[in-house]
């Protein structure tokens, strides 16, 4: 074997059938320098298992425990806990499409061929990170332009009600967000509801209803001439 260089320390979870051969992977993977943190030959016990220890990466055998190693890719795949590479015993074109379709990020085949293990697991993880940090990404910009969004309605609302020039408003909402230790969101939320209430009750009372004296016909001053 060549000695490995500056590989990263991911921390790998096994799921393999065959334990010669799982045992055969853990330790090619070990001299590779990567942690292999838990395995098993049992699809039950693979998702259980990632879901405690959330490993970097999962190696799994695609015909583990009665051809349920595809369905527990999927799983892993749909919850988001981990990325899957497929440890298959022989090259299936039908496999790779499939597993690709399931949320699998790479395909081993077995015997076990050290020179092409270590590029396989780094690719396959740094996809998923980099999908990872861009659905995070998307996440905060979600949130960011919500919370901008409500912001700017409230400062709009205390202009309007207090006679404030916008800098004036938006200091007004940070000094009550410092104030009472809430987001700002929470204390814009807070005035947009208070306005909008306030708006709807004062809605309610300047229309007149239909007994009210000013719907109420008036004849004052009006008599009715007889032909």
Known sequence: M??????????LFLAEGDAEIRKDLKTVLTYL????IGETDDA????????ALRPDLVVLDPHLSEEKGLAIAAQLYRERLAPVVLFASEFD??????AASLGVYSFLVKPIREASLAPILEVAYSRWKAEQEAEDRLQQLRHRDGVQDVVERAKSQLMRAGALSEPEAHRLLQKRSMDSRRSLKQVALEITDAYEAL????TETATPGRNHPETRSHNFGRQRVNP
């Open 2 to 11: 060549t000695a490995p260089s500056d590989l990263s320390a991911l921390r």
């Open 33 to 36: 320098r990567y942690r292999v």
């Open 44 to 51: 039950c016990e693979t998702l259980e298992a990632v879901q």
């Open 93 to 98: 074109l039908s496999l790779v499409h499939r």
């Open 199 to 202: 708006s709807l009750r004062f």
